[in-house]
């Protein structure tokens, strides 16, 4: 009797056993549990972009301005000081709370002795507490505005920055929320 190679184990043509090699259902790491808490891709780079790419995602895609290292007179004209100080990541100055940020665009110019002008964007962080003086995000009946909280002898009154306006009280049949505080203002000239 002869025994042929199959017989032997031989791999090329022996039939692997159930449940060895290949996907199996259950099998590696589920599915939001890796550094950014989602589903991962696999995805082919050029071996030369790969630092580059890793750079951006290490730093959330932020990337740093050069900042120079001579102040800007604003009264009469300095020399001129080419002195490159570093870099200037705006989200370090701008966002406190990143998790807790947003930016919306202001309409209207109820603001304006605030410095808050028609098309300036605010950066809002809604983990700050709303306190008094404060210039506030606030939804009032479903409608939003901006405006500066003051909250004393137990009324509150939302206040515009422009004699043109008329404050706003609260009473309690008024639906206000407070959607956060404006923490920084990006005004074009």
Known sequence: MTTSSASK???????PKKGRGGARPGAGRPTGQGRYGEATKPVRLPVSMIDEVMEYVATGGRQALPIFS?????GFPSPADDHLEG????????IKHPA????????GDSMIKAGIHEDDILVVDRSL????????????????TVKRLHHKSGQTMLMPENDRYDPIPITDENNMVIWGVVTNVIHSV
Not at 70 to 74: K, S
Not at 87 to 94: F, I, R, T, V
Not at 100 to 106: M, N, P, W
């Open 129 to 144: 507490e709303a306190r008094h003086g404060k210039i506030v995000i606030a939804a009032i009946d479903g409608q939003l």
């Open 70 to 74: 001579c102040a800007v007179a604003a």
């Open 87 to 94: 870099s200037l990541d705006l989200n370090d100055h701008l």
């Open 100 to 107: 807790a940020t947003f930016f919306v665009r202001v309409s």
């Open 9 to 15: 184990g031989s791999s090329l043509t022996s039939i």
